[in-house]
Antibody, heavy 115, light 108 residues
Framework: QVQLQESGPGLVKPSETLSLTCTVSGGSISNYYWSWIRQPAGKGLEWIGRVYTTGSTNYNPSLKSRVTMSVDTSKNHFSLKLSFLTPADTAVYYC?????????WGQGTLVTVSS | EIVMTQSPATLSVSPGERATLSCRASQSVSINLAWYQQKPGQAPRLLIYGASTRATGIPARFSGSGSETEFTLTVSSLQSEDFAVYYCQQYHNWPPWTFGQGTKVEIK
């Protein structure tokens, strides 16, 4: 069973850029889509976007102008950058293996946007 | 974007009883529909994909059915560990994949 672990800052200031990394262990990162999904406290799940191991990306249109995703197969990890943060971006951010559905999730990391 | 609508928002069920959760898509998603269970403080867990295929390790009391726009998740006999929030998700049309708003199954 592949395992995923998010890492990054828990607190980011408004207007700044969030950078998160997801490290994949127990399996290869190759030949899969890898996604980022977020969940504000007490609310539902929102798909941010996904990256294939070739570097090809697909983003949620609602966030597309602020999102950049990348993958580093040599390090078995993939990354998310979300720019121009506002308090509305405060959420638990999950990384995930995307088969269309998600069969493996990271534990999630809480990101708070506050000055 | 395909909108997924789940009902009811909250379902009160006694242990041992059957729970039936519904999910409706705003347009056909064929059978590209998954169900997840989420407990407080945890990541979601995949239960069902392909509308009716149980994921690895999921007990047989969980079953999924439906196609096109109407889907159902049934828990045949609720155990204490089944009280949680359940989400449906379509993976038929990108962008993006979309989730329902969730159904909370609580103890009656």
């Amino acid at each position: 069973q592949v395992q995923l672990q998010e890492s990054g800052p828990g607190l980011v200031k408004p207007s700044e850029t969030l950078s998160l990394t997801c490290t994949v262990s127990g399996g290869s990162i190759s030949n899969y889509y890898w996604s980022w999904i977020r969940q504000p406290a007490g609310k539902g799940l929102e798909w941010i976007g996904r990256v294939y191991t070739t570097g090809s990306t697909n983003y949620n249109p609602s966030l597309k102008s602020r999102v950049t995703m990348s993958v580093d197969t040599s390090k078995n990890h993939f990354s998310l950058k979300l720019s121009f943060l506002t308090p509305a971006d405060t959420a638990v951010y999950y990384c995930a293996r995307d088969l269309g559905y998600v069969d493996s999730w990271g534990q999630g990391t809480l990101v708070t946007v506050s000055s | 974007e395909i909108v997924m609508t789940q009902s009811p928002a909250t379902l009160s069920v006694s242990p041992g009883e059957r729970a039936t959760l519904s999910c409706r898509a705003s347009q056909s998603v064929s059978i590209n529909l998954a169900w997840y269970q989420q407990k407080p403080g945890q990541a979601p867990r995949l239960l069902i994909y392909g509308a009716s295929t149980r994921a690895t390790g999921i007990p047989a009391r969980f079953s999924g059915s439906g196609s096109e726009t109407e889907f159902t998740l049934t828990v045949s006999s609720l155990q204490s560990e089944d009280f949680a929030v359940y989400y449906c998700q379509q993976y038929h049309n990108w962008p993006p994949w979309t989730f329902g708003q969730g159904t909370k199954v609580e103890i009656k």
